[in-house]
């Protein structure tokens, strides 16, 4: 036999508040016309009074599990993806456990910038399929979120920085399930995840405050051309790995759901390994660069338009801040 985490249901969340690079250019020293050409980006979504990390993350979860057909009793364990949590502490995981009343779930954070849903999801992955890993009577159901505020982090006066993000939530709900080894080739669920970190690369994408260096929640900085670089060499390096490891090429791929950080890296990234890039799902236009919440809310928008069917081979992939990156392949 064989146990696979199957995704069994998919949701999303944006803020109400939606803002174009017009509205954009009118508080900020940029245009439309500029932001597109270097980003691919024409809107984001930000966060307004009373939406938080949590409430967003607790909105795609819902949805998740009305996909799923579940109720929040059923989960029993929660891991959010989160580099913009409401406190320092608690997690914002624990408060999204309450917001849904998810009473027989564990729950905490991971943070990965980025790459913090690839890190979550492989974390998921591992716990539902040890015997520990599942609670409320062996229920093994969990609930993966990833999601943010980044526009709370943002320095509004650096327009190299500020264009490129905007606020948002995705969640998957994964669930243990065993199959006879024989059909390890068509059975649906995460095939094999891959997770790197480079800590000398600090310096070229982080934020200049914390708890225990200023005291303060800082704002975010960023090298753009260096982090460009990096990302397209190390997330198409991290991609063969997967697919060497699950033994495949990159023509039996259905679909390449990536971090939606900029279309520039996206497209570079897809012609390094050959990809035609019919098979990457693109959400930057419409969302920026949401971190840790991209991933999870592009394969909801794929999920829901028809574009990614049951039994497709799909590739996430991510690169973030520490530099974290890595990638995972399940079939849907």
């Avoid at 028809?306 to 392949?329: D, K, N, S």
Wanted: charged share 20%.
């Amino acid at each position: 036999m064989i146990r696979r985490s199957c995704v069994i249901g998919t949701g999303s969340a944006l803020p109400e508040r939606r803002v174009t690079n017009e509205e954009l250019a009118r508080t900020v020293d940029t245009s439309d016309e500029w932001i597109r050409e270097r980003t691919g980006i024409a809107a984001r979504h930000i966060a307004g009074e009373g939406e938080t990390t949590a409430t967003l993350a607790a909105d795609a979860a819902r949805k998740a599990l009305d996909t799923a057909g579940l109720t929040a009793a059923d989960i029993s364990l929660i891991v959010l993806a989160t580099a913009t949590p409401d406190q320092t502490f608690p997690s914002s995981a624990s408060k999204v456990q309450d917001l849904l009343g998810a009473t027989n779930a564990y729950a905490f954070d991971v943070g990965a910038v980025c790459s913090g849903f690839l890190y979550a999801i492989a974390t998921a992955d591992a716990l539902l399929k040890t015997p520990a890993g599942a609670a409320a009577g062996g229920r093994h159901r969990a609930l993966v979120i990833g999601a943010e505020t980044f526009s709370r982090i943002l320095d509004w006066d650096d327009r190299g920085t500020c264009v490129l993000f905007g606020d948002g939530a995705g969640a998957m709900i994964l669930e243990a399930r065993d199959f006879p080894a024989n059909q390890a080739d068509t059975a649906p669920g995460i095939i094999a995840s891959r997770l790197h970190t480079e800590g000398a690369h600090n310096e070229l994408l982080y934020v200049d405050g914390g708890p225990s260096t200023t005291g303060t929640v800082g704002k975010l900085r960023m090298k753009g051309r260096e982090v460009f670089r990096h990302a397209v060499t190390n997330l198409a390096d991290v991609l063969r790995e997967v697919m060497d490891e699950a033994g495949i090429a990159p023509a039996a791929l259905d679909w390449v759901v990536p971090h939606q950080a900029n279309a520039r890296i996206l497209d570079a990234t897809a012609k390094k390994l050959g990809l035609p890039p019919e098979k990457v799902v693109k959400t930057v236009q419409d969302h920026a660069n949401t971190s840790a919440a991209s991933v999870p809310l592009a394969y909801d928008v794929a999920v829901r338009d028809g574009r990614i069917q049951p039994g497709q081979l799909v590739m996430l992939e991510a690169m973030g801040g520490g530099f974290t990156w890595g990638a995972c392949l399940l079939r849907s």
